[in-house]
């Protein structure tokens, strides 16, 4: 008894109490802080699920070429559809495919959106034009990043990139063709309706990748806000030509992930068996929220 009344009094016992306080307050805080949701930055990487297809159609060759580049900083997606009458367009697409990833994996951050475009496409037409040694070719791109929830955006020739939204297809960027060009002149009265449709021409792509007289992408002035259940879609015309509005919207519409609507979608174009099916590539990116 008495040594108990002593151990008790003793005032170096008192650290003691003092730490075992703290303990149960740090504990009771980690608890509470446990319970607390943890809100995510805007600019933190977010996860996007990434899905593509290909079939070769009915060519000898397959001219259309696509990667995907996942960094800290963002996503890259670049699709490249090589124009089947040149010799060269194989080699003009991967080319160019290679160039634009090549740029962005070599990035410490994210880059300034207007200077990643201009310089990758000047390099990719530089390196095109070395690599052809003088065969005919050249490539359409369509190419976007994501950070966040900014899609930024550059292309050029006729492959093109839209945002699916709550059933519908949002057309992003416009065809570098001489038929854009005819509708111009429609609209502002320079020729007739009828004069823009007979053109034999109105197909043929007036800016391209590999090519001498190369003018500029087609550069986003600013990001496309996504949305959440948004799909981003880049394909060349041989999926756009194949399939109509509609057809894409529906199977868009199903839930399943991007790699399933692709092939969806790849499948559906086989099925028609047209007789002079193109190349046909699609990639389709969703972000995770």
Not at 145 to 167: E, H, N, P, Q, T
Not at 189 to 217: C, T, W
Not at 219 to 235: G, R, S, T
């Amino acid at each position: 008894m008495n040594t108990f009344m002593i151990l008790w009094n003793d005032k170096e016992l008192t650290p003691y109490w003092v730490i075992l306080a703290g303990c149960l307050s740090i504990g009771l805080l980690l608890f509470v802080r446990s319970r607390i949701p943890v809100r995510q930055r805007d600019d933190r990487p977010v996860g996007v699920q990434i899905g593509n297809g290909q079939t070769i159609g009915a060519r000898s060759e397959q001219d259309d070429y696509f990667a995907c580049a996942v960094e800290p900083y963002g996503v890259l997606a670049v699709l490249a559809d090589g124009i089947s009458g040149l010799s060269g367009g194989k080699v003009a697409s991967t080319t160019a495919v290679e160039t634009f990833v090549r740029e962005f994996e070599t990035l410490d951050r994210f880059p300034d959106p207007d200077e990643f475009w201009s310089e990758s496409a000047h390099l990719a037409n530089q390196a095109i034009l070395r690599n052809l040694l003088g065969v005919p070719g050249g490539t359409t791109l369509v190419s976007v990043m994501i950070r966040g929830r900014d899609l930024y955006w550059g292309a050029v020739g006729d492959s093109i990139l839209s945002v699916f939204r709550k059933g519908e297809l949002i057309p992003i960027n416009h065809k570098h063709t001489l038929e854009s060009q005819l509708e111009e002149q429609y609209m502002s009265g320079q020729i007739s309706e009828q004069e823009a449709l007979d053109n034999p021409q109105r197909k043929r792509l007036v800016n391209y990748l590999g090519y001498d007289h190369f003018k500029q992408m087609e550069i986003a002035d600013e990001p496309f806000a996504l949305h959440p259940a948004d799909k981003i879609v880049l394909c060349s015309d041989g999926v756009y030509n194949s399939l109509t509005e509609m057809e894409l919207e529906t199977i868009l519409a199903q839930s399943i992930p991007p790699f399933d609507a692709a092939q969806a979608i790849i499948d559906l174009i086989e099925e028609k068996q047209l007789v002079h099916q193109d190349n046909a590539t699609i990639i389709i990116l969703e972000q995770g929220w």
